[in-house]
């Protein structure tokens, strides 16, 4: 035993500090384990009579990146004082940076605590222990810096020749020569395919997931556990057809280094975050052509652009694609002003209007719209123009399309037959296991007996569902394939057919078209579309816009409307009416409560008076009182005809007959309002006008 560990010391508890850097280390390195779990009997046979063993870091690095509960608690151990020595196997195990480390002996100087290790015991508080626990922590901060340093040139290095292994995504293995490979399981690699094929086919990740979802087809997945990596079949995911679709491995690309570490300081302390996705031009590693790969790089690039633009939250200013609106140019058209995509906003949910409109830098208040346009008009015209480019490949087109129908069932067929095949070859084994058995051992028996049986049950799951889906295949109705060269001819007969899916116009708009920048021509109230064909081709477009307003000769005089309605209304609706008219003041100012009264009392014309007014007609608002519903639906029920109104002029108010109301096809058009009613809104009504105060 030291003398510096003295009675004092003894007198206390002895701490030993277990730590590995890794899970690999952890379950690899199990000599440097036991060596640290064995200074516990050191301590022992030192004279601690109280020994703890703290491993609650085992797994964890000590560079002071990571959070370790272990240390913390090592930490307040030393300051509560109860701690005599603290046992470690060398100083690299208890900090790999001098912050943890040098707080650490500080702590122990304070509280008179040692610290041991097979060399010997340091006594912090003096001056030559103390230099010398300085230095070792400083070895070993420089210690792993230069490991590091010196493992990541390696790799590299490595990984430039392309020869540096990593786990490798489903559908590629390593070759005997250290060489990345197709893997030779069709059953993986045809379900890879497939999904590229589907990719292709409907232009979608998450369409290509919800298809897989639809056709219950399984998708191969890498479980990693430390070194072991096994491949398992689970239900599809979203982000497994991403993983899939943003790999470059699939290209036939060596790519290494494509994420990053990003270093946060949280509560005082360096936190790292792995697997940041870095640019393309920052990867450490881009070989082409270094392996076989499903797809060739062209068409990784298209993927890649083609998911960028489904990703409607990135790159305002970037081409978006289809979503399925009813807006046929969505993510296409560009402002000519200030090249911004012009975003599209919808009317009413069961209007048919919309409108393509830039915001312009709204990003600052007071910026201002920069233009805007109604989309239906300019979606007919581009649709003519889309019609007359592919009315020539409308046959081939046609003929695709059929071909392309029977080819997604057999599809789904094809990968029920390849996971049936892997089923039979999981139940013959099975049976040749349970045969094997010695009969005797009925406890091993019986439990390889129940995996045969349940391997079998699949086989005959999976045969059923080829039945089932060939059945389904064989009543489909054929297509006719005469017709539907006939409906080739006339394409626009199939594109204005209500069965025709707007999500299939716009894609087929997105194939042709790169983009459209729209400007505002005011001389001639036209909109100026430029058509950037995918082909590199151009065309201007014009289309004429909606004239908005009412025309001056059909807005009656502000003289003209008041003689008409004076009668009927007071001055504060007069005045409604006549800004709602656009009849104008003689300086061209709008109209108030206060003008409509002395242009009254200039004419001549008398003050409206409620006991001289029709009392055999009242107005919208009253009706609906009277009904009990809102305006809004009262005035419905004017526009469908059900309840008698007219008006004195265009844009006055309604007026309603009295004795209408209580007509039979009023009562039923009302009915019909209130039973359209929410429960909640009915129960409201019955609490406010029905139930009396205090029940």
Known sequence: MSAKITPDHLARAAVVYVRQSTMSQVTGNLESQRRQYDLAGAAQAAGFASVTVIDDDLGRSGSGAIQRPGFERLVAMVCSGDVGAVYCIEASRLARNGRDWHHLIDLCALAGTVVVDPDGAYDPRLVNDRLLLGLKGTMSEYELSLMRQRGIAARDSKAKRGEFRFMLPPGFSWSEAGKIEIDPDEHVTDTIRLVFAKFRELGSARQVFLWLRSADIKMPVVLRNVDVCKLVWKAPAYHSVMQILHNPLYAGAYAFGRTAQRTRIVEGRARKASGIRKPRDEWHVLLRDNHPGYISWQEYEDNQKLLLENAHMKKSCARKSARGGRALLTGLMRCGRCGRMMRVFYGMAKGNAHRYQCRGDDAHVGAGLCIGIGGVRIDRAVALQILEAVSDRAVEAAIFASDQAERSCKDIIAAVERELEVARYDASLAGRRYELVDPAKRHVARELEARWNDALERVAA????????????????????????????????????????????????????QEIVCDLDEATNEAVLLIHWTGGRHTELRVARVKTGRCPDMAPSAVEALRKLAGHW?????????????????NGETWTTFRVREMRERLGIPEYDPAKADSEMISLMKAAERLGICVGSAKSLVLKGILPAKQILPGSPWLVPVEALVSEEVRIGVQRVIDRRPKVYEQYQYDKFIRLPGL
């Open 462 to 513: 999976l045969e059923r569902r080829i039945v089932e889906l060939s059945a389904l295949s064989a009543t489909r109705p054929k297509i006719d394939r005469a017709r539907l060269l006939q409906l080739a001819h006339d394409l626009p007969a199939v594109w204005n057919a209500p069965s025709t899916d707007t999500r299939t116009k716009q894609r087929l708009i997105h194939i042709l078209v």
């Open 570 to 586: 007071p001055d504060r609706e007069l005045a409604v009416s006549l800004n709602r008219m656009r009849c104008k003041t003689g």
